[in-house]
């Protein structure tokens, strides 16, 4: 079964600075990866998502994320953190295969991200 | 476009007592899924339908939740009798296909925090 593990439950980073949140997925095939973002309130909001090419995938608000298969891992930066980046941040995985059938996405419990000014 | 709409936004009833919430998904999407999120926990896949049929419904705990999604747009997702371990909140997604591939993410709702007391 697959699959995810966020490490940090809480970070915190000053306004500017950079950002790295960690994912490590366990799957037996290649996986399909996203991060979504979730402000209180609010249902998730996709980021960005990796299926297969390029290892390093671009995502909106500035984030952009790495898959290194080598290390089962997918983790999220951003060079310059804003406040309003404050949120809750999910990694998840989704089986490869086609053709339909379950395909639910199998999320981490989460990183809360906490902006100092 | 239209997102994934939700409601009631806020439910609180006792335990035993019986509850319902009602999703309604972007107009196309064939797929739509019921998510369970326990605080401080990622979200976690509920039931799966594909149209109006189930495709995955391993994770549903089947004494006391059902859900259906009889005309294969809207769905309800009910329980009956509530237990205190069921305060959450119940996030609805859709997607265009049953795969979640490229061109097919999921869309998430704002969720319904249910309280049971």
């Known amino acids: 079964a697959q699959s995810v593990t966020q490490p940090d439950i809480h970070i915190t980073v000053s306004e500017g600075a950079s950002l790295e949140l960690r994912c490590n997925y366990s799957?037996?095939?290649?996986?399909?990866l996203f991060w979504y973002v979730q402000s209180p309130g609010q249902g998730l909001q996709l980021l960005l998502k990796?299926?297969?090419?390029?290892?390093l995938v671009q995502g909106i608000k500035g984030f952009e994320a790495e898959f290194k298969r080598s290390q089962s891992s997918f983790n999220l930066r951003k060079p310059s953190v804003h406040w309003s980046d404050a949120a809750e941040y999910f990694c998840?995985?989704?089986?490869?295969?086609?053709?339909?059938?379950?395909?639910?996405?199998?999320f981490g419990k989460g990183t809360h991200l906490i902006i100092q000014p | 476009e239209a997102g994934v709409a939700q409601s009631p936004r806020y439910k609180i009833i006792e335990k035993r007592q019986s509850v319902a919430f009602w999703c309604n998904p972007i107009?196309?999407?064939?797929?739509l899924y019921w998510y369970q999120q326990i605080l401080g926990q990622g979200p976690k896949l509920l039931i799966q339908?594909?149209?109006?049929?189930?495709?995955?419904d391993s994770q549903l705990p089947k004494d006391r939740f059902s859900a259906e999604r009889l005309k294969g747009v809207d769905s309800t997702l009910k329980i009956q009798p509530a237990k205190l371990e069921d305060s959450a909140v119940y996030l609805c997604?859709?997607?265009?296909?049953?795969?979640?591939?490229?061109?097919?993410?999921?869309?998430f709702g704002n969720g319904t925090r249910l309280t049971v007391t």
């Open positions: 990796y299926f297969s090419g390029d290892t």
């Open positions: 998840a995985v989704a089986s490869s295969y086609s053709g339909g059938g379950a395909d639910g996405l199998t």
């Open positions: 339908f594909q149209n109006n049929g189930v495709v995955d």
């Open positions: 107009s196309g999407h064939a797929t």
């Open positions: 997604a859709s997607s265009l296909i049953a795969q979640t591939g490229a061109n097919s993410p999921l869309h």
């Open positions: 799957y037996g095939a290649t996986p399909y």
